[in-house]
Structures are given as C-alpha cells and as structure tokens.
C-alpha cells in the first residue's frame, strides 16, 4: 500500500480533528492535510512526472513543506530531503546523482541554483518560502483537489534520504514505502501514541528524525502536531503545557534545563519526552530526572533503517543506552566474522527487519558490500549488551561525528581544510560537547613557513560546506599520531584535545 494511503486510512475519521498548528496560529485539519496533498499529487503528476521520478527539496520548515512530503508520496514519486545547511558544490552532487525531475528551492536562492539545475537535467526549477509563497504554490492554487493515490508495492521506493559518506562521497539511501508504514505503526503502539496526544515538532524536516519518527505515527494515532519552524527554549517551555509529548535532541534538552521555568509544574501535562541523533549524557539524563520527575526516553536509528531500538514506555529507561530492539526488528553484536559475540563483549551493531533500507542508490556495489552473506545490514556503529537485554552504543567503526543531532563525516571536511594554502595534512574528530554531543575538532599540520590561523582555516571550511561540519576549534601540531601501519591514530587525538 502507498504510505499515504496507509496513513489516510488511519486518520480518515478524524478529518474534522486539527492535525497541525504553527506558531503563526494557523491550523490545519486532517481534512485541509488531504486536500493539501491532492492538489500537491495532482500539480506534480500534472508536470508530467512518472512512478518513481525523483522530486527533490531545499527549502526551510513550513505546513506546506510537509504537505509537498506527503503529496510526492501520495503521487507515486520519490521524495529527496536536503539539509537547509548544503551550500552550491553539495547540491550540485545531489541533483545530478539523483537526477530529479523537480527542484523546490528557497525563493532567495532560486537564481543561484540555475544553473546547477540545468546541469543536472532539472526539467522544474520551483520555489517554496518560509510561509507559503513561491512558484510552487502559484502552481497548486489550479491545481484539483481531488487526486486518488497511485497504489504502489511494499518495496517501491518512497524517499531518497543522503547519508555522508566516509569517502567524501554521500550515498543515497533508498527507503521504500514498506520502510516507513512498518516503522510508524511499531512507533505508535510501542511508544503508546493516540488521538488525545499533542506533540510539539521543533525538528528539522530533512532527515528521518523530524520527517519520519515525529510525523508519520501521529498521522496513524489522528493525533496533533504543534509546529515550530525552529528549536527555541522559551518557545517550547511555553508549549509544554498545552503538549503530551515532545522528540528532540540532546541539545534541546540541555537548553530546556537552562531555563529557569522548567518545572514540574511546567510539564504536568507531559507523558513522553523522546531523545536521539545523538548521544544523551548521562548528567542530562540524571538532571532531566531530577528537575522535572520525567525521564527521558532515548532510542537509536538511522537513515537506513528509521528507528532499530527504543528503551521501554513502561519499565526502566536505562541511561547510558538505547534500550531494546523494536518489536519486528532483530539486531546482533558481531565479530569480524559477522558471527554473534558473547553478551558483554563489544561488537558491530548488525540489524535486520522491514524498517532496512533497500540499498544506495546507484551503488550496487556498497549495497552488497555493507549487507552480510545472510542478509544483516551493517550499521557501523559498535555496541554491546548488557546481561538484561539492553543496548550501549559504544563506538562508530567509521569515525562518524553526530553533531547537533547531525551526522558529520571527518573525510569529507579533511578534503576541504587539506586543499587550503599552507595545510601539509589535517584530521578531524569528534570531542565531546556539553551541547551539541560531539563538538567538529580539526587537528592541522602546517606546511613549514605557513602563517594558517584558526580564524581563516574556520572562515575557509564555513565557505564551502554546511555550517555544521564547520570545526568547532581548530588545533595546530607537529604531526599526527600514526600506528605501525602509518593510519591516523584518531583516538589520540579526540583524548588530547577533549575538554
């Protein structure tokens, strides 16, 4: 069945039920939700635009960003996410692996994107602001209401989410509309979501987190969303007490408990405040605990596989892990062998269910590369288990940073800083952030004679990539650590310079 259709059917009967609020004031019931999303299939489909043709979109959070989402859905396409954060050499990549039938842009940065669109075979080059304006909404005000969804199978695929890649290369991975309605409907009941809830989503609508986990099983539950366009402490401190349920990040939580009128009053109405993207310190864990009664549930997932692990609704939410595999979901710890290793022993986290991903777009290669010979997806991250059955994350073998709730590659920054004048070699590492987790560390050789700053190594980086992989600090040695084997020794480095 189409997402869409599956998520309709669950909702219909609470067409007259508010499904979304923003901060402007305006609400938007279940029954503007599916007339919104018809006239989105309808103009998309109206374009000429096939099964499976891919609609990519850059544009900031809004009711209508959602509404483009779940319309590409409803039509039978593709939909690609891109991080608001990419700059022009990222999107560049994007649309021309991905070839997308449309683009959908920020308005103000439509004429910066021409070209690359038209380089790439972008056959519609549309616009979509902040509230609502832009060429794309000029398109779906003549657009039917009415559209009857493209019936697809489990395996078609739904979206397009990009992951970095180790190589500075991202990959695409396909996520098929099996992947999302296994994953909402175990999200629903396993985290007890209904039609009394009131979720606040102050996520980002880029990546699985804000776009799958904290929409996608309040469609299912008839539930409402309170919509923030971005993370604001105060903002959500004063939604709480209209709210049952909150997900975030690490940092939103360490941001809530700097605010003086977190109480517990201010979250008597509260049931659930959900954690993830990112490692959740233990002291935030045992603080959130003991300014508001609450205790934060964290869980893990990724890209290819939405949510794999949650701790209990009922029971102990243990700190310092990610609780137990999700009902449908099987994971083991491994050894180098692929075979299951002993409980206690640290390994890498292999998983499979209904919620893998079907493999990278255009890289058959890396699909069966990261898939076992029985058909575990690895994960690459290290984790271990405890003698109860719960699981502690405990590593990345790919030296991936999570940064802010965002996934952070070093090789791909590495590229940036080793092409600036002056920089013999350079590595980057995660260090450990009161805030956002893990903070971007860059740790610089100089070629003899370079006068390099950090100041101008930073401004550089902040011009060519995203603002999240920009490093935090940046160090200068003599060398870098190396083992016998001559590799980078990056836990040296990631010691010496945390804190």
């Given at each position: 069945?189409?997402a869409?259709?599956?998520?309709?059917?669950?909702?219909?009967?609470?067409?007259?039920?508010?499904?979304?609020?923003?901060?402007?004031?305006?609400?938007?019931?279940?029954?503007?939700?599916?007339?919104?999303?018809?006239?989105?299939?309808?103009?998309?489909?109206?374009?000429?635009?096939?099964?499976?043709?891919?609609?990519?979109a850059?544009i900031?959070?809004?009711?209508?960003g959602?509404?483009?989402?779940?319309?590409?859905?409803?039509?039978?396409?593709?939909?690609?996410p891109?991080?608001?954060?990419?700059?022009r050499?990222?999107?560049?990549?994007?649309?021309?692996?991905?070839?997308p039938?449309?683009?959908?842009?920020?308005?103000?940065r439509?004429?910066g994107?021409?070209?690359?669109?038209r380089?790439?075979?972008?056959t519609?080059?549309?616009?979509l602001?902040?509230r609502?304006?832009?060429?794309?909404?000029?398109?779906?005000?003549?657009?039917?209401?009415?559209?009857?969804?493209?019936?697809?199978?489990?395996?078609?695929?739904?979206?397009?989410i990009?992951?970095?890649?180790?190589?500075?290369r991202?990959?695409?991975a396909?996520?098929?509309h099996?992947?999302?309605?296994?994953?909402a409907a175990?999200?629903k009941d396993y985290?007890?979501?209904?039609?009394?809830?009131?979720?606040?989503?102050?996520l980002?609508?880029?990546?699985?987190?804000g776009?799958f986990?904290?929409?996608?099983?309040i469609?299912?539950?008839?539930?409402?969303?309170?919509?923030?366009?971005?993370?604001?402490?105060?903002?959500?401190?004063?939604a709480l007490?209209r709210?049952?349920?909150?997900?975030?990040?690490?940092?939103f939580?360490?941001r809530?408990?700097?605010?003086?009128?977190?109480?517990q009053d201010?979250?008597?109405?509260?049931?659930?405040?959900?954690?993830?993207?990112?490692?959740?310190?233990?002291?935030?864990?045992?603080?959130?605990q003991?300014?508001?009664?609450?205790?934060?549930?964290e869980?893990?997932?990724?890209?290819?596989?939405?949510?794999?692990t949650?701790n209990?609704y009922?029971?102990?939410?243990?700190?310092?892990?990610?609780g137990?595999?999700?009902?449908?979901v099987?994971?083991?710890?491994?050894?180098?062998?692929d075979?299951?290793?002993p409980?206690?022993?640290?390994?890498?986290?292999?998983?499979?269910g209904?919620?893998v991903?079907?493999?990278?777009?255009?890289?058959?290669?890396?699909?069966?590369?990261?898939?076992?010979?029985?058909?575990?997806f690895?994960?690459?991250?290290?984790?271990?288990?405890?003698?109860d059955?719960?699981l502690?994350?405990?590593?990345?073998?790919?030296?991936?940073?999570?940064s802010g709730?965002?996934?952070?590659?070093?090789?791909?920054?590495?590229l940036?800083?080793d092409?600036i004048p002056?920089?013999?070699?350079?590595?980057?590492v995660?260090?450990?952030?009161p805030?956002f987790?893990?903070?971007?560390?860059?740790?610089?050789?100089?070629?003899q004679?370079?006068?390099l700053?950090?100041?101008?190594?930073?401004?550089?980086?902040?011009?060519?990539?995203?603002?999240?992989k920009?490093?935090?600090?940046?160090?200068?040695?003599?060398?870098?650590?190396?083992?016998?084997?001559?590799?980078?020794q990056?836990?040296?480095l990631?010691?010496?310079?945390?804190?």
């Amino acid at each position: 069945m189409n997402a869409y259709e599956y998520f309709r059917a669950a909702f219909a009967a609470r067409d007259k039920e508010v499904f979304l609020e923003d901060e402007t004031g305006s609400v938007y019931a279940y029954a503007d939700l599916d007339r919104e999303t018809a006239q989105v299939a309808s103009f998309l489909t109206g374009l000429g635009l096939r099964p499976g043709d891919r609609v990519a979109a850059q544009i900031e959070k809004s009711p209508q960003g959602l509404f483009l989402y779940l319309g590409t859905l409803r039509a039978g396409l593709c939909y690609l996410p891109l991080n608001t954060a990419y700059q022009r050499g990222e999107i560049a990549y994007f649309l021309g692996d991905a070839e997308p039938s449309v683009f959908v842009c920020d308005p103000a940065r439509a004429g910066g994107y021409e070209e690359v669109a038209r380089a790439s075979k972008v056959t519609h080059l549309l616009t979509l602001g902040a509230r609502g304006e832009g060429t794309l909404a000029d398109g779906l005000a003549g657009a039917p209401l009415r559209f009857d969804t493209r019936p697809v199978g489990t395996n078609d695929l739904a979206v397009i989410i990009y992951t970095s890649g180790t190589t500075g290369r991202s990959k695409g991975a396909m996520v098929t509309h099996g992947n999302l309605t296994s994953n909402a409907a175990v999200l629903k009941d396993y985290w007890g979501f209904t039609g009394r809830d009131v979720l606040i989503h102050a996520l980002p609508v880029f990546h699985v987190h804000g776009l799958f986990v904290a929409v996608h099983p309040i469609l299912l539950a008839g539930a409402r969303i309170l919509f923030h366009r971005k993370f604001d402490a105060r903002a959500v401190l004063a939604a709480l007490p209209r709210a049952t349920s909150l997900m975030g990040v690490p940092t939103f939580y360490v941001r809530l408990l700097a605010e003086p009128g977190l109480t517990q009053d201010a979250v008597r109405g509260m049931r659930l405040f959900v954690s993830g993207s990112a490692p959740l310190l233990l002291d935030t864990f045992s603080e959130w605990q003991a300014r508001t009664g609450h205790t934060i549930l964290e869980r893990y997932g990724m890209s290819e596989a939405g949510m794999i692990t949650s701790n209990p609704y009922e029971g102990e939410r243990r700190g310092g892990t990610v609780g137990f595999p999700l009902p449908g979901v099987e994971l083991r710890i491994a050894g180098a062998d692929d075979a299951p290793l002993p409980v206690g022993e640290p390994g890498a986290v292999q998983i499979r269910g209904p919620n893998v991903f079907s493999g990278y777009w255009r890289m058959p290669d890396k699909t069966r590369e990261e898939f076992t010979s029985d058909g575990w997806f690895r994960t690459g991250d290290v984790g271990q288990w405890s003698e109860d059955g719960y699981l502690s994350i405990v590593g990345r073998a790919k030296d991936l940073i999570i940064s802010g709730g965002y996934n952070v590659y070093p090789k791909e920054i590495e590229l940036v800083i080793d092409a600036i004048p002056g920089v013999m070699e350079s590595a980057v590492v995660g260090v450990p952030h009161p805030d956002f987790g893990e903070a971007v560390t860059a740790v610089i050789v100089k070629q003899q004679g370079a006068t390099l700053t950090e100041e101008a190594v930073v401004a550089h980086v902040r011009g060519e990539i995203a603002g999240f992989k920009v490093p935090k600090r940046v160090f200068f040695v003599d060398e870098l650590p190396r083992n016998a084997m001559g590799k980078v020794q990056k836990a040296l480095l990631r010691d010496k310079f945390s804190g």
